[in-house]
């Protein structure tokens, strides 16, 4: 690897000046977010085999990311944020970038035989999921995708993230390509299971006769994803310019940590990942991570918003918020399935994450969506809480924190289900905590619990 710092004074990153020439592409990523440039990009960058390894990656919405990316040759600085400085590390693993509605790109990549999995990050809610886990078949994108494909299997009009995947998977099964291995990389419990549903949902609608060959060709890979990555600001990028002497657009900010943990099949391969586990199961690691870490992020997201804190790190700090995050991580811990000694371990590692200062995790980004991120992240410990009689008050607070936020304290609400969250702010408190119940699996809840959640929601909001 050449010295970055040799990049022209000022001027762009380019793969000469860095001295990695483009692998070729065996590799699709659906959503070049933040998120995937500090992690599945950067353990490909970091592969023993990664001359064999090159993604195309494609936008999840705008092209606006692919332009800039593509101007520089997909090359992209990420900044690895330690205690005492930052490291910046150049990536050279997306060797193509294109803007997610490039159907014809994306058909071209799947009909390559040299394609051996597709990796995503298209948050939450991009997976188009209705209550209950399946494809949601009312939303007008979905059925907008499953039209065009039905008339044109090689329709270019295709919009969601199902859609894409089964374009794709019609294109590859037409040209004979062979397996290929799907790994969702989003913080979704089950994220293996929950991409083969909508998927399989999808070619249902469109054309029965895939399912077989998706049987027979497509394994799902189910993930626990790890790493920290805030938006990076223009402070970042004068940081990036002053290290490397370079102009980067599309720099990207991370914590030093990183954990990858996998099950599932890859029938064409995959890069080496230094780091990764492979693992027969990864729900219990999956667990770990989505209530302890996920799960207190959206807890300081809402309740500590609302005391004022813009930051994790200064949220964490306050001793108020830590002893709500410590009450929470109480609960969560009575039912997650890895050992104690391991929960506590978990448990001072991630105060230490939080509490890097230089991380500047906002609290409005980690707020958006939370009809998609509060029942996955406390409904189940919550539930079996509610199962077994009274419930402490640190399982109902996040759901407390969330109803104050909808009522229009702290973060501002942003939600890829707008109506649905508008009308829960605006109805009567004891239906909105009922509904909110009724999400997290706790169908008839007691009406002692309504009153502790209603309490909690008066004292965020006095
Ligand atoms: N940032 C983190 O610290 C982190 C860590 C672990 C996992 N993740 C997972 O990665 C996901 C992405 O996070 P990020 O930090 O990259 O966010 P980001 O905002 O930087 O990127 C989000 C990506 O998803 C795409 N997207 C958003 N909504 C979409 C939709 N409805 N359909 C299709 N594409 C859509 C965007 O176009 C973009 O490419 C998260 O939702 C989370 O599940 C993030
Ligand atoms: O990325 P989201 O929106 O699912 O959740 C916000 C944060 O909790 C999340 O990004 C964490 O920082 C991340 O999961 C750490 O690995």
Request: net charge negative; hydrophobic share 40%.
């Amino acid at each position: 690897m050449s010295d970055p710092q040799s990049a022209a004074g000022g001027g762009r990153l380019s793969r000469q000046e860095h001295g990695r020439p483009a692998a070729p592409v065996r590799m699709v990523h659906l959503g070049v977010g933040n998120f995937f440039r500090a992690h599945q990009a950067w353990f490909t960058e970091r592969s023993q085999d990664s001359a064999e390894w090159g993604y195309a990656a494609f936008t999840g919405r705008s092209a606006e990311v692919a332009n800039a990316l593509a101007e520089q040759e997909g090359l992209y600085t990420l900044l690895v944020r330690e205690p005492d400085g930052d490291r910046p590390e150049v990536i050279s693993s997306l060797s193509a970038v294109h803007a997610g509605d490039d159907i014809e790109a994306l058909r071209g990549c799947f009909e390559s035989s040299e394609l051996a999995l597709v990796t995503s990050t298209v948050t939450e809610a991009g997976y188009r999921r209705a209550t209950g886990g399946g494809l949601d078949l009312q939303d007008p994108d979905v059925v907008a995708d499953i039209e065009a494909l039905r008339a044109n299997p090689e329709s270019n009009e295709v919009r969601t993230t199902p859609g894409r995947l089964v374009a794709g998977l019609l294109a590859r099964a037409s040209a004979d390509a062979g397996p290929i291995a799907l790994v969702p990389c989003d913080n979704v419990p089950d994220n293996g299971a929950m991409v083969a549903r909508v998927v399989r949902d999808l070619a249902t609608e469109v054309d029965p006769t895939l399912l077989d060959w998706i049987e027979g060709n497509v394994t799902v890979v189910t993930t626990m994803v790890d790493r920290i990555t805030p938006r990076a600001t223009d402070e970042d990028r004068e940081t990036v310019a002053d290290l490397l002497s370079v102009q980067d657009s599309q720099v990207v900010v991370t914590e030093p940590f990183s954990e990858w943990v996998l099950a599932g099949e890859f029938p064409r391969g995959r890069p080496e990942w230094p780091g990764a586990q492979f693992v027969d199961d990864v729900s219990k690691h999956e667990q770990r991570k989505l209530w302890l870490l996920n799960g207190s992020h959206s807890l300081m997201a809402y309740g500590a918003s609302i005391l004022g804190h813009e930051t994790v790190s200064s949220a964490i700090a306050d001793e108020t918020v830590r002893g709500w995050v410590e009450e929470w991580w109480d609960v969560a811990a009575r039912h997650l399935e890895v050992e104690a000694e391991d929960v506590v371990a978990y448990r001072q590692a991630l105060v230490e994450r939080f509490s890097n200062e230089r991380i500047k995790h906002l609290l409005a980004q980690i707020a958006a969506d939370g009809s998609q991120k509060v029942p996955i992240r406390f409904g189940p410990a919550l539930a079996a809480e509610a199962a077994q009689g009274e419930v402490p008050v640190g399982a109902t607070r996040p759901v407390a924190a969330w109803i104050a936020h909808l009522h229009g304290h702290g973060a501002p609400v942003t939600d890829a289900q707008q109506d649905t969250v508008s009308q829960l702010g605006q109805a009567e408190p004891a239906e909105a905590v009922r509904t909110v119940l009724g999400w997290m699996g706790i169908e008839e809840p007691a009406q002692s619990l309504i009153d502790q959640v209603l309490t909690q929601v008066g004292e965020f909001e006095s």
